[in-house]
């Protein structure tokens, strides 16, 4: 296939590891208020239990995928019920807790796992490749806009066709009221926040195959979560999916262009979508 | 606090001194017991001095101006490659121009992300102190022909003084930088006290207050934003000439959030607060460096988490409400 | 002289105008009252007139000098001070920082970065004349958080004289003080001479007809009424405003 073809599924494979990154981000922040900077080390976490689940013990990929979003699901049940509970709307404090957790989060994975980077890995039946308009494409990127599509599909109608959906963006908008109106706030806090968290997990394994599993990557991927919600807005599903687009395609296009300096184009990209409108392209005045 | 200015009672005057009596201490101790003690003990106290001008420069932008910042660090590096490419690559062996690089590097570099920083709103604005640091550190792992990567630029020694048959060594540096500490210290003092630190204040409280009452709260925050910036700009250069080296792990994030904690475990919005909290932490990290070579993170981890729970109005403070009450007792 | 003029001003939020096409002029050292039910848009107008909002369509002058879109503190710098309905204090510091802080607004002065801010003498003798207006200098270094509602609603009014504003906006001086305390702000006020022009709004009788020269009613946006308060009163339509609440009031009550 041609160049530009290429980029543009690189563009959407990498879009959709993005997007899958920052719908859990924004989910929490949305409905707890939190900025959870430790959001990335959950995606970490996921990637390393991952990877030994797959690779380690050659169990099946999927369910390593699944173990991975259950860990970092139950690390965000921990980190909210011992701690997030305590420090109730302090919003200011809850994040900085969560700088803390990556200094732990971090250290506990160079323990377990070791210093050293993993390569990337996939399912065994994504190693191959694809024939698609003539030319080989890698499966796994493939899959992961599959899955991506299924769960923006999914993300997109619990937000908007759901009850369950109808109360966090209830919750969202107006805690008092929602409140008022018998929405369990606390109960849907939790449970989007796990959501989040799972998919931050979940989505560690998947996009393992795209890069790579290494100690260091927790505040890299925060930085990538925070480009996707600074350039299309913080609170629906639609702001993240055009966030994580857009994002997509200046990496693969900056990648193929000027290979060396593809991570500047991602904060030009940020500094122009701040002058020109400093809540994100789709996101409402916070 | 409110006493009518010009009042020439001397209990007054005395009642001040007196209520100086645990900076007076510290000072003395400073002086004259750290230098007795062996090289590892005058070195914790020079990083933490070091720390403490840096904590104080982010006290100023969180705890006063009420600008959260995670790339308060970006300043602080930013200023300790300037010093050290100075030295490293252009062999220049002149410690007041080193320092005069490394400031100006940083004071130019938080006048640029101040005016993008603050052009947003909330969680934004948040986000973008977070992505600024990051871009700088980026820069710094990927410009290797300036900056060494992520080896870092080592070999930084310290430059002459400037006096003809003077050697640095240990002691002299932890003078020097106790004597720069000293003069940010009073700096920052009169500056929180003034009508620019009270204006800060009154932006951190209440901004649409202050606008309505006549005050560009925007070129406020910008001015203090550069401030800040300039500060940690001194501490990034004393640090790098301190280490010998500096790495882009010193712009980055975590060391944003590391300063921090200072502020916070020593108690925002005091500056003596991010002193103490500086002491604190940077011992902390020693000892617990000396416990387990690799895990010391961890128990830092474990710190911060500790402290935000149940120390947050910050260990400082605790320690001067409780010098406060004792002059109390004792009816000054 | 006409000091402000406000032509055709309007303020849409969402689908709903909270206010419609209000146009009125205010001349030096009037004393004019803007009354009406909740919701007749009140506060909005205010909010319009002194920056915090800004209009979706009309104009408002100031001292002959457009000040439609420019910002709140540029305005104050022209010389608009207001106090607000729910206390916009500065509630973790003391009621003397507070003061001091209104004092310097709208000087250069506030940039100094050198000299201690009590070291200030004229500033502090300013403060004190004006905490002692209202009793409030006794607990100069009282935090505000600490005070009562009546103590804030007054450290309120004195923040928005501290600037010796030309215009003054009153957003509901009274409420929320005992009989001495609103007397007090009604001596205060009526103690302002003629280089202040003030604009209030109430619904304590008492204050609007002891101090208006004149009174503006708004309804649902729109000003119904204009005149002195002997017109006013007089005034068929606002009493059917009034009374039509009155009487819905009793209705529901009977029910």
């Known amino acids: 296939m041609n160049i530009v073809m290429l980029n543009i599924l690189n563009a959407i494979s990498y879009g959709a590891i993005l997007f899958l990154l920052a719908s859990g981000f924004s989910l929490i922040f949305g409905v707890m208020g939190v900025l959870n900077l430790s959001h990335g080390a959950l995606y970490m976490v996921g990637a390393y239990i991952g990877w030994t689940t797959a690779v380690a013990h050659g169990i099946s990929f999927w369910l390593g995928a699944l173990a991975g979003g259950l860990v970092a699901g139950l690390i965000s049940l921990i980190m909210e019920a011992g701690f997030f509970r305590r420090l109730y709307k302090q919003l200011n404090e809850q994040m900085l807790l969560t700088f803390g957790f990556v200094y732990i989060l971090d250290n506990l994975a160079k323990w377990i796992w070791g210093p050293s980077y993993r390569a990337p890995f996939t399912s065994p039946a994504l190693s191959g490749s694809f024939t698609i308009l003539g030319s080989r494409y890698p499966a796994v990127r493939i899959a992961i806009i599959l899955v991506g599509i299924v769960i923006a599909v999914g993300l997109w109608w619990l937000q908007d066709k759901t009850r369950a959906g109808a109360m966090i963006r209830a919750g969202m908008d107006d805690k008092e009221t929602a409140v008022a109106l018998g929405i369990n706030l606390p109960l849907v806090a939790t449970v989007a926040f796990f959501i989040g968290s799972f998919i931050a997990g979940f989505a560690g394994v998947i996009g393992a195959g795209v890069t790579g599993v290494y100690p260091e990557m927790s505040m890299s991927v925060m930085l990538l979560v925070l480009a996707v919600i600074i350039i299309g807005g913080v609170g629906s599903v639609q702001g993240t999916l055009v966030g994580a687009g857009i994002l997509g395609a200046i990496d693969a296009f900056g990648k193929a262009l000027f290979p060396d300096y593809a991570m500047f184009t991602v904060y030009l990209a940020m500094i122009i979508v701040l002058i020109v409108k400093p809540s994100g392209i789709l996101g409402r005045q916070v | ?332 | 002289m006409e000091v402000l003029k406000v032509e055709g001003l309007s303020k849409r939020f969402g689908g709903v105008y909270s206010l419609e096409d209000v146009s009125f002029s205010v001349s030096g050292g009037e004393r004019l009252a803007i009354i009406g039910p909740n919701g007749a848009g009140k506060t909005t107008l205010f909010n319009v007139l002194a920056g915090q909002l800004s209009a979706t369509r009309g104009r408002v002058y100031l001292f002959g000098q457009e000040i439609t879109n420019i910002a709140p503190n540029r305005r104050a710098r022209l010389g608009m001070a207001r106090s607000f309905q729910i206390s916009n204090l500065f509630f973790n510091l003391t009621v003397l920082d507070n003061t001091l802080l209104a004092i310097q607004g709208r000087r250069a002065r506030s940039f100094q970065m050198f000299r201690s801010i009590e070291t200030y003498g004229d500033m502090f003798a300013k403060a004190k004349k004006l905490l002692s207006t209202t009793d409030l200098w006794e607990k100069r270094d009282d935090l505000v958080r600490n005070m009562s509602h009546g103590e804030q609603r007054n450290l309120e009014i004195v923040l928005s004289l501290a600037s010796e504003p030309k215009v003054l906006l009153l957003d509901e001086p009274t409420a929320g003080l005992t009989e001495a305390e609103s007397a007090n702000i009604i001596k205060v006020v009526s103690g302002l001479g003629s280089d202040t022009t003030v604009l209030f709004v109430a619904h304590d009788m008492d204050l609007v007809l002891n101090v208006a020269d004149r009174i503006i009613v708004l309804h649902y946006g729109h000003t119904i009424a204009e005149g002195t308060p002997e017109g006013i009163q007089a005034n068929p339509k606002v009493k059917e405003v009034y009374m039509g609440i009155k009487e819905l009031a009793a209705d529901a009550e009977a029910h």
């Open chain 2, 1 to 332: 606090m409110g006493r009518e200015p010009a009042d020439g009672s001397e209990r007054r005057g005395l009642l001040k001194l007196i209520r100086l009596v645990p900076q007076f201490v510290i000072v003395l101790l400073l002086i004259f017991l750290v230098p007795l003690e062996p090289t590892y003990i005058q070195s914790l106290a020079t990083k933490i001095l070091i720390f403490a001008i840096f904590a104080m420069s982010l006290d100023l932008l969180i705890g006063y101006a009420g600008i959260m910042s995670l790339g308060h660090a970006a300043f602080f590096g930013a200023a300790g490659y300037g010093a050290g490419i100075l030295a490293v690559r252009y062999g220049i062996d002149n410690i007041w121009l080193g320092l005069a690089s490394g400031i100006l590097l940083a004071t130019f570099i938080a006048a640029v992300f101040g005016i993008i920083a603050l052009q947003a709103r909330g969680i934004y604005s948040i986000l973008i102190t977070f992505a600024l640091g990051q871009l700088l550190y980026s820069l710094a792992t990927k410009w290797r022909s300036v900056t060494n990567g992520d080896y870092g630029l080592w070999g930084i020694s310290l430059p002459a003084l400037g006096l003809s048959g003077f050697e640095w060594n240990g002691t002299y540096y932890y003078y020097f930088v106790f004597l720069a500490f000293l003069v940010c210290y009073l700096c920052l003092y009169r500056l929180v006290k003034s009508p620019f630190g009270k204006s800060l204040q009154g932006i951190r409280e209440g901004e649409s207050r202050m606008r309505a009452l006549g005050y560009n709260t925007w070129l406020f925050k910008y001015v203090a934003f550069v401030i800040a910036g300039m500060f940690a700009g001194v501490a990034g250069v004393l640090f790098a000439y301190h280490s010998g080296i500096i790495t882009p792990g010193d712009l980055a994030v975590m060391n944003s959030g590391f300063v921090m904690l200072m502020v916070i475990a020593g108690g925002i919005g005091t500056i003596y607060g991010a002193v103490i909290g500086a002491a604190l932490i940077i011992t902390i990290q020693y000892y617990a460096g000396i416990l387990t070579a690799d895990r010391w993170p961890l128990i830092l981890g474990g710190v911060f988490v500790l402290t935000i729970m149940y120390a947050r109005a910050g260990v400082g403070v605790y320690f001067y409400s409780l010098w406060k009450r004792v002059l109390e007792g004792w009816k000054f």
